[in-house]
């Protein structure tokens, strides 16, 4: 809800009302408060405005949250009344600049004075009006308010709620009062303007009689605007920053009293000599001293801890509104020092001008009020209003930095006049000038000591703040790692069983490779059990798949010892060795090195076969040589010896046509091994071809030896016969 949504103000939020009532707010409200809301023209409840969405949504009434001074407000006057005053101000100025240029004499004219005299007295009865109207809202916002506390007070209500509510009755009192006050000086103010116009229409300007019966309203405002304004401040709840602001308002009360003093104040003091009457000499020093009292009175409301920030635009507008006024007064009285006032010039309409400006001050009250509630109230209530709403708008930001500056410029400014203008006068004067800008030298240099004074003390508050918020942090990041622990564990243990499912799954299809992931918590047992029971039948079925493998090696190896049984080698020499297991690859390797010094051993025979077949021929041919010699060529000599020399040729021949059988042997048996490696070597690529369609089984053991076998063991028998004969041969006597 925005606080420009004055229709919704519709009751009092500030305590919980009697049991009997359901709101005594509204009881005895008069015309300005109907069914429990607050009363609108009907140009203004055609107003359009921006609903909230839930308002959008629901057609009932939301509850208001505005209560006490906030229900003063006026919807009217918050539409119309800044548009009436700047019109009013365009027009009068417009008017004014167009008499003097059709040739009106400011001060002499009867029309332009005239007219410029009832005009000012209409923007003064302008501001008039619009202070009267909020001070009669705020009269019975007061009434109704008392009421409420009478009736709190017979309902026995807590004490805090009966505080409460006679705080917002006070606060409404004392506003009441305060733009009464206010209302009584623009009063008095323009009554002694319209006094001013019965002298002014009558002779020239210059000429009015000073002092008069005017000036009785001018003197009387005074106090009203002074006590008024008093009323309206209230202690601020914040501490931050006092003494800089009073030091502000230093600033600005030191720049106006060294203006006043120099140019006004000073002169008039010297002409007091000159004064017609004892009367005139009074005025003169009242009238700046009173300027100077509401510069002071609006200083302290713009930069003393005496004013609210949430107030803002009030006091912005009401010391705009007395600046306004004590400067046009102030140039009145140096008109009438330098050569006299003349009635129909711009200054005219800084007169209403300020006047109406109190008057819109009046205005913006209640509404500062409804502003400074809602955000009390979105600032309790996190789910209506975020704290980000309440980041102060641009023309917030430029209001409070011009605030900041503006005693700077004001001081420096003030500096400049006073060394550049005042101090060419010479004597004391110049000794003045510089001791005033010193002050006010001085007065920014303690400012600023004291801005950086309050920075250091909020840094270190906003340390001091940052560490309880670190602490708040840690427990709350403790709070959320707790809850993030606990559900890290219930996804760990859901992970685990829909882990455990999956395995389960796939052990039961028949892959036992299959793992159960090592899981935290309390699955983890089951995890390793499980894993174990795996581990277990992984390892039955390794030792199923050796004892497969033993067994077809232990088959191999019995088909190779039969080949090297039958004269071939153990395995066929386009098959590399087996690499079977290692228990049995040493005798793999055993029956290869059999096979090689069984090969070598026939190489050695053979080759020795043949160095003695050689030497038997050697022999045969020395026997032949010896034979046909000389000595056995006559067949005198047929002797004994002779037939001795037949015998051992026929034996040598005997022998050596046994040895060349041998090697004849050895020749055949070595070609029958490699004719029976090929025929092996053909009939396993054949067994492997079948092997895709029947599944091997167990070689049966042969029951005889096959042909080439049995041949070998014949020549081998035949062999040793003939050896046999020969050694008997060798045995025997010569001379049988």
Same mark, same amino acid.
């Given at each position: 809800m925005s606080y420009?949504?004055?229709?919704?103000f519709?009751?009092?939020?500030?305590?919980p009302?009697?049991p009997?009532?359901?709101?005594p707010?509204?009881?005895h409200?008069?015309?300005?408060v109907?069914n429990?809301?607050?009363?609108?023209?009907?140009?203004?409840q055609?107003m359009p405005?921006?609903?909230?969405?839930?308002?959008?949504?629901?057609?009932?009434?939301?509850?208001?949250i505005?209560?006490g001074?906030?229900?003063a407000?006026d919807?009217?006057?918050e539409r119309?009344g800044?548009?009436?005053?700047?019109?009013f101000s365009a027009a009068?100025?417009?008017?004014l600049?167009g008499?003097?240029?059709?040739?009106q004499?400011?001060g002499?004219?009867?029309?332009l004075?005239g007219?410029?005299d009832?005009?000012?007295f209409?923007g003064e009865?302008i501001?008039?009006?619009?202070?009267?109207?909020?001070?009669l809202?705020?009269?019975?916002?007061?009434?109704q308010l008392?009421?409420?506390?009478?009736q709190?007070?017979t309902a026995?209500l807590?004490?805090?709620?009966?505080?409460t509510v006679?705080?917002?009755?006070?606060a409404?009192?004392?506003a009441f009062?305060?733009?009464?006050?206010?209302?009584?000086g623009?009063?008095l103010y323009?009554s002694g303007?319209?006094?001013?116009t019965?002298?002014?229409?009558?002779?020239?300007?210059?000429?009015?009689?000073?002092p008069g019966?005017y000036?009785?309203?001018?003197?009387?405002?005074y106090?009203?605007f002074l006590v008024?304004t008093?009323?309206?401040?209230?202690?601020?709840?914040?501490?931050?920053?006092?003494?800089r602001?009073l030091?502000?308002?230093?600033a600005?009360?030191?720049?106006?009293?060294?203006l006043?003093w120099?140019?006004l104040?000073?002169?008039?003091?010297a002409?007091?000599s000159?004064s017609?009457?004892a009367?005139?000499?009074v005025?003169?020093?009242?009238?700046p001293t009173g300027d100077l009292?509401?510069?002071a009175?609006?200083?302290l409301?713009m930069?003393?801890?005496?004013?609210?920030?949430?107030?803002?635009?009030?006091f912005?507008?009401?010391c705009?509104g007395?600046?306004?006024l004590?400067v046009?007064?102030s140039?009145?009285a140096?008109?009438?020092l330098?050569?006299?006032?003349?009635?129909?010039t711009l200054q005219?309409v800084?007169w209403?001008?300020?006047?109406?400006?109190?008057?819109l001050?009046a205005?913006e009250y209640p509404r500062?009020?409804?502003r400074?509630?809602e955000?009390?109230e979105?600032?309790k209530?996190a789910?209506?209003l975020?704290s980000?709403?309440?980041?102060?708008?641009?023309?917030?930001q430029?209001?409070?930095?011009?605030?900041?500056?503006?005693?700077?410029?004001?001081?420096?400014a003030?500096c400049?006049?006073l060394l550049?203008? @005042?101090a060419r $006068?010479?004597?004391?004067?110049? +000794?003045e =000038?510089?001791?005033?800008?010193l002050?006010?030298i !001085?007065i920014? %240099?303690?400012?600023?000591?004291?801005?950086?004074?309050?920075?250091n003390?909020?840094?270190?508050?906003?340390?001091g703040?940052?560490?309880?918020?670190r602490?708040?942090?840690?427990?709350?990041?403790r709070?959320?790692?707790?809850a993030?622990?606990?559900?890290?564990d219930?996804?760990?243990?859901?992970?685990?069983?829909?882990a455990?499912?999956? @395995?389960h799954? $796939?052990v039961?299809?028949g892959? +036992?490779? =299959?793992r159960a992931?090592?899981v935290?918590?309390? !699955?983890?047992? %089951?995890?390793?059990?499980?894993?174990?029971?795996l581990d277990?039948?992984?390892?039955?079925s390794?030792?199923?798949?050796?004892?497969d493998q033993?067994?077809?090696e232990c088959r191999?190896?019995?088909?190779?010892?039969?080949r090297?049984g039958?004269?071939?080698?153990?395995?066929?020499a386009?098959?590399?060795m087996?690499?079977?297991?290692?228990?049995l690859?040493s005798v793999?390797?055993?029956?290869s090195h059999?096979?090689?010094r069984?090969?070598?051993?026939?190489?050695?025979?053979?080759?020795?076969l043949?160095?003695?077949?050689?030497?038997?021929r050697?022999?045969?041919?020395a026997?032949?040589?010896i034979?046909?010699?000389?000595?056995?060529s006559?067949q005198t000599n047929?002797?004994?010896e002779?037939?001795?020399l037949?015998?051992?040729?026929?034996?040598?021949?005997?022998?050596?046509e046994q040895?060349?059988?041998?090697?004849?042997?050895?020749?055949?048996s070595?070609?029958?091994?490699?004719?029976?490696?090929?025929q092996a070597?053909?009939?396993n690529k054949?067994?492997?071809?079948?092997a895709?369609?029947?599944?091997p089984?167990?070689?049966?053991r042969p029951?005889?030896?096959?042909a080439?076998?049995?041949?070998?063991n014949?020549h081998?028998n035949s062999?040793?016969?003939?050896?046999?004969q020969?050694?008997h041969?060798?045995?025997m006597?010569?001379d049988?």
């Amino acid at each position: 809800m925005s606080y420009d949504e004055a229709p919704q103000f519709s009751g009092y939020m500030g305590g919980p009302a009697g049991p009997h009532l359901v709101n005594p707010m509204l009881q005895h409200a008069g015309p300005a408060v109907q069914n429990g809301q607050l009363y609108m023209p009907s140009d203004m409840q055609q107003m359009p405005h921006w609903p909230d969405s839930e308002q959008t949504k629901n057609t009932e009434p939301a509850p208001s949250i505005f209560h006490g001074e906030a229900l003063a407000r006026d919807p009217w006057a918050e539409r119309y009344g800044h548009w009436i005053v700047l019109a009013f101000s365009a027009a009068f100025s417009l008017f004014l600049v167009g008499m003097v240029l059709f040739g009106q004499v400011p001060g002499k004219s009867f029309s332009l004075k005239g007219i410029s005299d009832i005009v000012q007295f209409i923007g003064e009865t302008i501001g008039l009006l619009f202070c009267v109207r909020i001070a009669l809202r705020l009269y019975k916002v007061s009434n109704q308010l008392q009421r409420q506390l009478m009736q709190n007070k017979t309902a026995r209500l807590s004490p805090n709620e009966l505080a409460t509510v006679h705080n917002e009755a006070q606060a409404a009192r004392r506003a009441f009062m305060a733009w009464t006050l206010l209302a009584c000086g623009i009063a008095l103010y323009a009554s002694g303007q319209a006094i001013w116009t019965s002298y002014d229409i009558r002779m020239n300007s210059a000429d009015v009689p000073f002092p008069g019966i005017y000036d009785i309203g001018f003197v009387a405002s005074y106090p009203f605007f002074l006590v008024g304004t008093l009323f309206l401040t209230r202690r601020n709840k914040a501490s931050v920053g006092r003494v800089r602001l009073l030091l502000d308002a230093l600033a600005v009360i030191g720049t106006a009293l060294t203006l006043s003093w120099f140019f006004l104040l000073s002169p008039l003091i010297a002409s007091l000599s000159q004064s017609p009457s004892a009367g005139a000499s009074v005025l003169s020093i009242y009238f700046p001293t009173g300027d100077l009292f509401l510069v002071a009175i609006g200083a302290l409301l713009m930069f003393s801890p005496l004013a609210n920030r949430s107030q803002q635009p009030v006091f912005m507008l009401l010391c705009m509104g007395l600046f306004f006024l004590a400067v046009t007064d102030s140039l009145l009285a140096f008109y009438n020092l330098s050569g006299g006032f003349n009635t129909g010039t711009l200054q005219d309409v800084l007169w209403p001008l300020s006047l109406s400006l109190i008057g819109l001050a009046a205005i913006e009250y209640p509404r500062s009020i409804a502003r400074e509630q809602e955000q009390e109230e979105g600032m309790k209530s996190a789910r209506m209003l975020s704290s980000s709403q309440f980041v102060p708008n641009r023309l917030t930001q430029i209001s409070m930095t011009a605030q900041t500056i503006a005693p700077f410029i004001l001081v420096l400014a003030t500096c400049a006049v006073l060394l550049t203008n @005042v101090a060419r $006068r010479g004597g004391t004067t110049l +000794i003045e =000038a510089d001791i005033v800008a010193l002050v006010l030298i !001085l007065i920014v %240099i303690a400012r600023q000591a004291m801005t950086l004074l309050e920075n250091n003390r909020l840094t270190m508050q906003m340390r001091g703040e940052l560490v309880i918020s670190r602490r708040e942090l840690q427990v709350t990041r403790r709070e959320a790692d707790e809850a993030t622990r606990s559900a890290q564990d219930k996804q760990i243990m859901e992970d685990g069983i829909s882990a455990l499912r999956d @395995v389960h799954a $796939r052990v039961a299809r028949g892959d +036992i490779i =299959a793992r159960a992931p090592t899981v935290a918590g309390p !699955l983890l047992p %089951i995890a390793i059990s499980l894993n174990l029971m795996l581990d277990r039948i992984s390892a039955l079925s390794q030792r199923g798949a050796k004892y497969d493998q033993l067994a077809q090696e232990c088959r191999a190896l019995q088909e190779g010892i039969d080949r090297l049984g039958q004269g071939l080698a153990p395995w066929p020499a386009n098959q590399p060795m087996p690499q079977g297991a290692t228990e049995l690859r040493s005798v793999y390797i055993g029956l290869s090195h059999i096979q090689r010094r069984q090969e070598n051993q026939w190489r050695r025979v053979g080759s020795a076969l043949e160095s003695l077949n050689n030497l038997t021929r050697r022999i045969q041919e020395a026997l032949n040589e010896i034979k046909g010699s000389h000595l056995f060529s006559k067949q005198t000599n047929a002797s004994f010896e002779r037939m001795v020399l037949d015998r051992v040729i026929r034996e040598v021949d005997l022998l050596h046509e046994q040895q060349r059988n041998i090697i004849t042997q050895l020749a055949s048996s070595h070609q029958q091994q490699q004719s029976a490696m090929a025929q092996a070597a053909t009939s396993n690529k054949r067994t492997s071809d079948m092997a895709h369609i029947i599944p091997p089984t167990l070689t049966p053991r042969p029951q005889s030896l096959p042909a080439p076998q049995q041949n070998v063991n014949a020549h081998q028998n035949s062999y040793n016969q003939r050896f046999y004969q020969s050694h008997h041969l060798e045995h025997m006597p010569l001379d049988e």
